[in-house]
């Protein structure tokens, strides 16, 4: 088989150029976030974006390219542009790659979290040419890392319930302690002191109920706790 033949067979199986445009298509497209590649200006300034664009931003990719109708930092939500401006200034200095959570803020006000992952592009000089990457939503991870925080604040809120039932309970016996100390004095003395049993039976019994109160609100809570940690 002469080369000539080889090489037209290879070209005759090689993928058109629409037919490679259509795969990166077809694949950006079922992505639940969008590549870019942009400026290292302070607009980050977009020069191709792919995928779904318009499901995190709230904008056609063509309304941000070369920031036609809005710039991409002005998406960025006020709060997280210093610490998306760090991330990426700290890993090109490292020519490294950087990863960010932030959030952008769509045309309706609402808010998006995403995740970035990208880096810089150099030339063979080290000169840095652009930045790509990629954007995903993380919309859901978010949320459950917001429920787990505050599951876990009712937990604290629960727990500082139960400390403050727990010291009731020691204070209780506390003065269980000493109204048993004060029987013995009296059962020492008897005779006509020993009226006075009568009433502290009456303090000790009062004490006991109460302690049986706190006990059963310190069950209720240690249940409570326990529901809130599955």
Known sequence: ??????????????????????????????????????????????????????????????????????????????????????????ALEAHQNWDVDYRLVRPDKSLQWVNEHGGGVFDGQGELKFLEGVVVDISHRMQSE????????????????????????????KSLRLLSLNASIEAARAGEAGRGFAVVAEHVKELAENTGKSAESINKLIKELESQLE
Do not use: W
């Open 1 to 90: 088989m002469s080369q000539s033949f080889q090489l037209q067979k290879n070209l005759d199986v090689s993928p058109s150029v629409n037919e490679l445009i259509s795969v990166y298509d077809s694949i950006t497209g079922r992505m639940n976030g969008f590549l870019y590649r942009c400026m290292n200006d302070p607009n980050y300034t977009m020069e191709l974006m792919s995928g779904q664009v318009k499901k995190l931003t709230g904008y056609e990719s063509q309304d941000l390219v070369q920031n036609r109708r809005a710039s991409y930092i002005s998406l960025i939500y006020q709060d997280d542009v210093e610490k998306v401006d760090h991330a990426v200034g700290k």
């Open 146 to 173: 917001t429920s787990r925080l505050e599951r876990m604040s009712k937990v604290e809120s629960v727990s500082g319930e139960i400390i403050t039932e727990t010291q009731k309970i020691l204070q209780m016996l």
